[in-house]
């Protein structure tokens, strides 16, 4: 089972980055796909997540209105659009996908098993 994440970057206030996350090797079926974040000295953050079968998404109040999250299913990877950065939205970025339930979204990252190995996002001002 692999996840491999990318697209992280340095970016100015304002600006845009794309993350994706590609699945691979998964046996079982997965409900969902989604992204988590972790500043310097702080826990990890649930951020955004995208239901595998119906496409349905969640969004934390902190990034709703700036972040897209979308899914190419013959590519098994997810995409993380990330629009009008702010410092803020600096920390090292992990996507995970859900085994666990189809129909909750867990602001816990203690509930998921696979991760992907992260991706540091870094937004200047």
């Known amino acids: 089972v692999q996840l491999q994440a990318c697209g992280g970057g340095l970016v100015q206030v304002g600006g845009s980055l794309r993350l994706s996350c590609a699945a691979s090797g998964f046996t079982t079926d997965y409900y969902a796909v989604g992204w988590f974040r972790q500043a310097p000295g702080k826990g990890r953050e649930a951020v955004s997540c995208i239901n595998n079968r119906d496409g349905s998404t969640y969004y934390s109040d902190s990034v709703k209105s700036r972040f897209n999250i979308s899914k190419d299913n013959a590519k098994n990877t997810v995409y993380l659009q990330m629009n009008s950065l702010k410092p803020e939205d600096t920390a090292v970025y992990y996507c995970?996908?859900?085994?666990?339930?189809?129909?909750?979204?867990?602001?816990?990252?203690?509930?998921?098993?696979?991760w992907g190995q992260g991706t540091q996002v870094t937004v200047s001002s």
């Open positions: 995970y996908a859900d085994t666990v339930s189809s129909s909750a979204w867990y602001s816990d990252p203690n509930v998921y098993e696979y």
